[in-house]
T-cell receptor, first 109, second 115 residues
Framework: GIQVEQSPPDLILQEGANSTLRCNFSDSVNNLQWFHQNPWGQLINLFYIPSGTKQNGRLSATTVATERYSLLYISSSQTTDSGVYFCAVGRNQGGKLIFGQGTELSVKP | DTGVSQNPRHKITKRGQNVTFRCDPISEHNRLYWYRQTLGQGPEFLTYFQNEAQLEKSRLLSDRFSAERPKGSFSTLEIQRTEQGDSAMYLC?????????????FGEGSRLTVL
């Protein structure tokens, strides 16, 4: 099956700093999503981005499908950005997603 | 749009008992997914439905697990003869019909503790 690797596993930032999270995957995919899991366990969909670049406020994401990686950028980080960020990929637009192990982000005031 | 709803949110049971979780997806979504998440890990796929049809089941889903979506609306996940290794967060998600975005929307999860 498809392997998904996320880096770094942990990240500690001072409020206001920028960061880049990376997701590498081992095979061609037609579905790639980034999620944020808050401290209460809720998974929030940030981006559906099988290719290209998208931006939503302070967050943006880029997927280079031909090179099998995706990047999530967080600018001007806030304490509410803390939590675990997951990348998930799938072969089809629908169907199952394979999740990475996540990047745990802690933003200090 | 009330989002994906799961209940119960928490369940504590003794080993050997049966438990059932319910998921109500976003109303216009015809795909429904079940995932399981243990501490420190990413969610693992269990099964998914398109309308009432169960299209794929993971090998993680042993014979003790059964999922249904009888009328293509809500779904139930039953675990029979629970074991301590079943302790986890059970997550339900829904997505729009094929051809539209494959974006997944998750519920808040049902946390199972097996004593």
């Amino acid at each position: 099956g498809i392997q998904v690797e996320q880096s770094p596993p942990d990240l500690i930032l001072q409020e206001g700093a920028n960061s880049t999270l990376r997701c590498n995957f081992s095979d061609s995919v037609n579905n790639l999503q980034w999620f944020h899991q808050n401290p209460w366990g809720q998974l929030i969909n940030l981006f559906y981005i099988p290719s290209g670049t998208k931006q939503n406020g302070r967050l943006s994401a880029t997927t280079v499908a031909t090179e099998r990686y995706s990047l999530l950028y967080i600018s001007s980080s806030q304490t509410t950005d803390s939590g675990v960020y997951f990348c998930a990929v799938g072969r089809n637009q629908g169907g199952k997603l394979i999740f990475g192990q996540g990047t745990e982000l802690s933003v200090k005031p | 749009d009330t989002g994906v709803s799961q209940n119960p949110r928490h369940k504590i049971t003794k080993r050997g008992q049966n438990v059932t979780f319910r998921c109500d997806p976003i109303s216009e979504h015809n795909r429904l997914y079940w995932y399981r998440q243990t501490l420190g890990q990413g969610p693992e796929f269990l099964t998914y439905f398109q309308n009432e049809a169960q299209l794929e089941k993971s090998r993680l889903l042993s014979d003790r697990f059964s999922a249904e979506r009888p009328k293509g609306s809500f779904s139930t996940l039953e675990i029979q003869r629970t074991e301590q290794g079943d302790s986890a967060m059970y997550l339900c998600a829904s997505s729009p019909q094929p051809g539209k975005s494959g974006e997944l929307f998750f519920g808040e999860g049902s946390r199972l503790t097996v004593l």
